[in-house]
């Protein structure tokens, strides 16, 4: 006979009573996945945040394991968070830089996404905050995989009061699945009213195997706090907007251990890419890495990324394998017991990582694309070969401050370089004359890229590019 599990618990301020019947033996793992908005490297206690403090990240990441080499898909939002949802380089899919209100491309519907594997396997999925992929009605979450969402289709910034482009933007849109259900909403809610929708989709859905995917919109500009963290940290309102995210990644570990589930639930917290730094004491700290969002170097993608499953990920653990964004989509589907999408993709499976098998081959190399398809740098073990390319850079430019952008020239020539990342994560010295069978070696990996993926850096337009969706005509 089957255990009998009656919980009570306060959720989000409501009571709530279930009873239960079930064997956590016989149920697919559940996903809880939160995406942070250009959190930096530098921007969690575990990694030198100073000003402030995330002691529930700091608590996963000792329950859990830490991946200090990870990587998002790309250095900036829409592609980011396309290369996630697909295990696919963004460029792959057709994605670049970050979709606003006139875009008329979105995710392609034959792109399967995490949710439409984990859907077609029984789970209930679900997406609380920023979607990013197109806002157009068809490239909406419910037309890709997922039964709610309750969000902004685009940045928080792409409204009226953008600091530069003022009025620009049409007023920003919340939507309840299909439909704007307010205009301009009080942003100062967003990490709670999401935080709180979260709780209460695992509350509802704790029998059944779920997938959910909160996207914080912060701590991207402009920033917003609610009343209760509003002056909390040393470090003004970019620490007590992290000090509220922190607040709601504790929340949801905590419901999970309240509700029983910890022990079937596999929590991922992760940014879409490194901080914006040129808005001064309102963007993140990219923790000493090179440069930030918007660059290939290292402070543009390497991000924080802790997961913890009680029970199955080892207490205190760290790898320092190469993982990425693109590795998560056939990390879940493997744990899903989903087959891989039918077309190709570029993600690897990291579940005997996650179960602390630190010996475990995990991804190879990275290559780094930006702006429509330029291959700026490729990544093989410790080394990174950069290439010479024109870009963004933060450096000896005046920064910002209190929500206002600084400089941050867009077309400065960036030259190649060889970095060992093991002695120099921040790219300070070019040693491409001492090592030449390392830079054949990843020149070799580049040309592979080329080849599938193309590169317009040197004009290749690669065999195995496919389109984004397109609004109907």
């Known amino acids: 006979m089957k255990p009998i599990l009656t919980t009570c618990i306060a959720l989000a301020g409501l009571a709530a009573c279930t009873t239960t019947e079930r064997t956590e033996s016989d149920r697919l793992t559940n996903i809880v996945l939160i995406n942070m908005d250009d959190m ?12 402030f403090s995330t002691p529930n990240i700091d608590k996963m990441a000792g329950e859990g394991i830490v991946f200090s080499h990870f990587y998002s ?14 295990g696919c380089y963004p460029n792959r899919i057709g994605f670049a830089g970050a979709l606003n209100h ?56 792409m409204w009226p009061n953008h600091p530069v482009n003022k009025n620009y933007y049409p007023p920003l849109p919340l939507f309840e699945g299909n439909e704007v259900i307010e205009e301009n909403p009080d942003q100062s809610y967003f990490t709670k009213n999401f935080t709180k929708r979260t709780l209460e989709f695992i509350q509802k859905n704790q029998q059944n195997p779920f997938f959910v995917y909160l996207a914080h919109p912060m701590p991207h500009v402009p920033l917003f706090v609610s009343d209760a963290f509003k002056g909390k940290s040393e470090q003004g309102l970019y620490g007590d907007v992290m000090m509220e995210i922190d607040w709601s990644v504790g929340q949801i570990n905590q419901t999970l251990e309240q509700l029983n589930l910890a022990e079937n639930t596999l929590v991922i917290v992760i940014s879409d890419n490194g901080p914006w730094m040129t808005y001064g004491n309102h963007a993140g700290s990219s923790g000493g890495l090179r440069e930030g969002k918007g660059t290939t170097f290292e402070g543009g ?4 990324c802790v997961m913890k499953w009680k029970g199955v990920t080892p207490e205190g653990a760290v790898c320092n394998s190469l993982t990425a964004g693109i590795d998560i989509l056939p990390t879940l589907a ?25 010996d475990a081959q995990g991804r190879s190399s990275f290559l780094y694309y930006y702006r429509r398809n330029n291959l700026e740098a490729v990544r093989s073990e410790n080394w990174k070969l950069v290439f010479e390319h024109h870009g963004r850079t933060y450096e000896n430019n005046t920064i910002g401050q209190d929500g206002q952008p600084g400089q941050t020239p867009e077309n400065v020539l960036i030259e190649s370089g060889l970095y060992d990342l093991r002695r120099d994560p921040g790219e300070r010295y070019n040693v491409m004359e001492f090592y030449p069978e390392k830079v054949a070696e990843l020149q070799s990996l580049a040309d592979e890229a080329r080849e599938d993926l193309g590169d317009d ?7 195995n590019r496919r389109q984004p969706g397109r609004v109907d005509q």
């Open 73 to 86: 898909a790309q250095a900036v939002c829409s592609a980011s968070r396309a290369g996630l949802l697909t």
């Open 301 to 304: 993608q390497r991000v924080p």
């Open 102 to 157: 006139r875009a008329q491309i979105g995710i392609n519907p034959e792109e399967q996404t995490i949710a439409e594997l984990l859907k077609a396997k029984g789970y209930a999925t679900a997406v609380f905050g920023k979607w990013h992929l197109g806002h157009h009605k068809q490239f909406l979450p419910l037309q890709h995989g997922f039964d709610e969402f309750y969000g902004i289709p685009y940045s928080n910034d």
């Open 40 to 51: 930096g490297y530098g921007d969690v206690s575990l990694n030198g945040a100073t000003g």
């Open 334 to 358: 493997s744990l899903a017991q989903s087959p891989m999408p039918e077309k190709k993709i570029d993600g690897v499976n990291l579940v005997e990582l996650i179960k602390g098998n630190l």
């Open 457 to 463: 850096l040197t004009n290749s337009p690669g065999k």
